[in-house]
Nanobody, 124 residues
Framework: QVQLVESGGGSVQAGGSLRLSCAASGGTFSVYTMAWFRQAPGKEREFVAAIRRSFGATYYADSVKGRFTISRDNAKNTVYVQMNSLNAEDTAVYYC?????????????????WGQGTQVTVSS
């Protein structure tokens, strides 16, 4: 059983930056494709970014491409997302997710483990 714990959320003004971290325990981190999703009030959970277990190939939602960067440190069992040029539309609870294997998907049903989420609030 893998446990995922997010941190780094908070409040920031529009145009600002935040870096979220997700620490994994209880499994072999390097075998998981890792992803970030987010859910705004009244909306469905949506894909943000993912990074494959092998070679670190990355994928982004169009809404964050060029502003967010996902990365992983397998030695620290941690995945990050650096979020720059934040705007009010980025306000949401951000969730870390893990999927066994290297197949990439944007569908939240395709992930095996989830963190509890961390709130990001961007004020304009």
């Amino acid at each position: 059983q893998v446990q995922l714990v997010e941190s780094g959320g908070g409040s920031v003004q529009a145009g600002g930056s935040l870096r979220l971290s997700c620490a994994a325990s209880g499994g072999t981190f390097s075998v998981y494709t890792m992803a970030w999703f987010r859910q705004a009030p009244g909306k469905e959970r949506e894909f943000v970014a993912a990074i494959r277990r092998s070679f670190g190939a990355t994928y982004y939602a169009d809404s964050v491409k060029g502003r967010f960067t996902i990365s992983r440190d397998n030695a620290k069992n941690t995945v990050y997302v650096q979020m720059n040029s934040l705007n009010a539309e980025d306000t949401a609870v951000y969730y870390c997710a893990a999927r066994i294997g290297s197949v990439f998907t944007t569908h939240n049903g395709g992930y095996d483990y989830w963190g509890q989420g961390t709130q990001v609030t961007v004020s304009s």
